[in-house]
């Protein structure tokens, strides 16, 4: 029984879905509905009961579910207690605009407990890097927002979040339940800095070019909007001025939380993140 087959099962076990299971894991879906039929072949019993609306857990499956976690994470801990002991325990964190995501903060706290050794590193970044300093080498992973040219990177989707416009609280717009692009047809956006990645910049332009005024951080945003009457986008739940309204944006695809890696890293701890990413980030408060 490989640790590999074992990721494989407990994705699909959380997921409860082969076709998100396979998107989570970066590889198709026939070979991963292969290995786990491997796998229930070699424990000689069903692990899930299959249907088109995705799968659930056996009773076996259920007790295999709960034994792969544990043996993963005691896998993770002993990678890293390795490199620990090779004098490499350093991780560069990379993370977006906005440190206050109580999933980065659970993150943070459940990291620290599994793995107290580790020197962790932050490096936040403004608005205008999407990878937080990964292509330049400067940070390990990277907590951010998707999407983005991400090509030469692993991504890991941590969690989705609707988005809604950023308006003045006395806009015209600001007291409706929901809006649309349409609505907000001819209005000025704030919009980033030429070179800017273009897949970021056109997801928080809502697809078009913009014209208004250039920003790189989150307050200088909110600034634009309270000053100036501009619109923008972001996720909802952020805790704004009472200066400031967000309506949510009906024709918006949500916005994306991933933790990103260089493709082909195998560093433990990374891997180790990563893992304790998903489940920190699963949880709602």
Known sequence: MELRTLRYFVAVAEELHFGRAAVRLHMSQPPLSRAIKRLESEIGAPLLHRSPAGVTLTAVGSALLVEARSLLDHADRLRVRVAV?????TLTVGLLGDGTDPGARRLAAAYRRRHPDVEV???ETDLTDPTCGLRAGLVDVALTRAP?????????????DPV???LRADDPLAGRDRVSLTDLAGRRWF???????PLWQS????GESREGPVVRAVQECVQAVLWNGTVGMTPLGHDLSPELAVVPLTDMAPSRVVAVWNEGDANPLVRSFVRIATTAYRERT
């Open 85 to 89: 002991a090779a004098g490499s325990a």
């Open 121 to 123: 590193r932050v490096r």
């Open 148 to 160: 983005f040219d991400d090509t030469g990177l692993t991504v890991h989707e941590l969690r989705t």
């Open 164 to 166: 809604g416009a950023v």
């Open 191 to 197: 919009r980033f800095p030429d070179g800017t990645d």
């Open 203 to 206: 997801y928080w332009s809502g």
